[in-house]
């Protein structure tokens, strides 16, 4: 894995702080995934092994939509309500209210984090750079995201391309680093992106917009120097 080191506007007291990216990532795809189950030496054949994993998540799905959270050893899949209540007597109402999904690492997926051996590279120009967020639902810059309001981020390398699995922009929230992903964005630049806040718990987010060249395989990926209030 690598990673360059960019400034920090996350702190104030050290005008030299830096904060840690990881650049070129290498995205790997469920047919990669495939081909290394079913490779020489292994007994499984692929027909059957994308069938087990289609009804895995098949079930799991089932689970969600029966109302259920599912952990095992690697992942831990769990519901939310987004949205305000105006007082106790309020109860959920689908066009106020919401319910998000989020899946989290479990310790078996976490552990594999400590074989990563990250190599420092210097920083790549060609890395999408946000650097202004303007929240339509506020009317401010910089400050709050607003649930099903528009977004408009400005910046440079931006555009998103859909060829590589895994593109797109993600919201980070501060507190548990749950990650949801935004719908495909309306304007799609290299300076500007349009797209609709998804449904977020109340906290703080950063940005992270990753993305490809225009041919290009190799995962880039930009963060938010500062956090987004949603109220």
Same mark, same amino acid.
């Given at each position: 894995?690598?990673?360059?080191?960019?400034?920090?506007?996350?702190?104030?007291?050290?005008?030299?702080?830096?904060?840690?990216?990881?650049?070129?990532?290498?995205?790997?795809?469920?047919?990669?995934?495939?081909?290394?189950?079913?490779?020489?030496?292994?007994?499984?054949?692929?027909?059957?092994?994308?069938?087990?994993?289609?009804?895995?998540?098949?079930?799991?799905?089932?689970? $969600?939509?029966?109302?259920?959270?599912?952990?095992?050893?690697?992942?831990?899949?769990?519901?939310?309500?987004?949205?305000?209540?105006?007082?106790?007597?309020?109860?959920?109402?689908?066009?106020?209210?919401?319910?998000?999904?989020?899946?989290?690492?479990?310790?078996?997926?976490?552990?594999?984090?400590?074989?990563?051996?990250?190599?420092?590279?210097?920083?790549?120009?060609?890395?999408?750079?946000?650097?202004? $967020?303007?929240?339509?639902?506020?009317?401010?810059?910089?400050?709050?995201?607003?649930?099903?309001?528009?977004?408009?981020?400005?910046?440079?390398?931006?555009?998103?391309?859909?060829?590589?699995?895994?593109?797109? $922009?993600?919201?980070?929230?501060?507190?548990?680093?749950?990650?949801?992903?935004?719908?495909?964005?309306?304007?799609?630049?290299?300076?500007?992106?349009?797209?609709?806040?998804?449904?977020?718990?109340?906290?703080?987010?950063?940005?992270?917009?990753?993305?490809?060249?225009?041919?290009?395989?190799?995962?880039?990926?930009?963060?938010?120097?500062?956090?987004?209030?949603?109220?």
């Amino acid at each position: 894995m690598e990673y360059s080191l960019y400034d920090c506007m996350l702190t104030k007291d050290n005008p030299h702080d830096k904060l840690g990216k990881v650049t070129n990532q290498k995205p790997r795809g469920f047919k990669k995934l495939l081909d290394d189950l079913t490779g020489p030496g292994s007994i499984l054949k692929e027909t059957e092994s994308k069938a087990v994993i289609d009804k895995y998540w098949e079930t799991i799905t089932q689970y $969600v939509s029966e109302g259920y959270a599912y952990h095992d050893d690697y992942i831990s899949v769990n519901l939310d309500i987004a949205g305000v209540f105006e007082d106790e007597n309020d109860r959920f109402d689908p066009s106020r209210h919401s319910i998000n999904v989020s899946i989290v690492p479990c310790n078996n997926l976490k552990a594999a984090t400590q074989n990563i051996k990250p190599t420092y590279v210097e920083p790549n120009n060609e890395i999408p750079v946000i650097q202004k $967020v303007y929240d339509w639902g506020t009317e401010k810059i910089d400050e709050f995201l607003t649930p099903g309001a528009a977004l408009e981020i400005e910046g440079k390398a931006l555009k998103i391309y859909e060829d590589v699995d895994g593109q797109g $922009v993600f919201f980070i929230n501060k507190a548990d680093g749950v990650e949801t992903k935004g719908s495909m964005p309306k304007l799609n630049e290299p300076k500007k992106l349009s797209l609709k806040v998804p449904a977020l718990n109340p906290g703080e987010y950063r940005i992270e917009i990753r993305n490809t060249t225009r041919f290009g395989k190799s995962m880039r990926i930009g963060i938010s120097t500062a956090y987004y209030t949603v109220q």
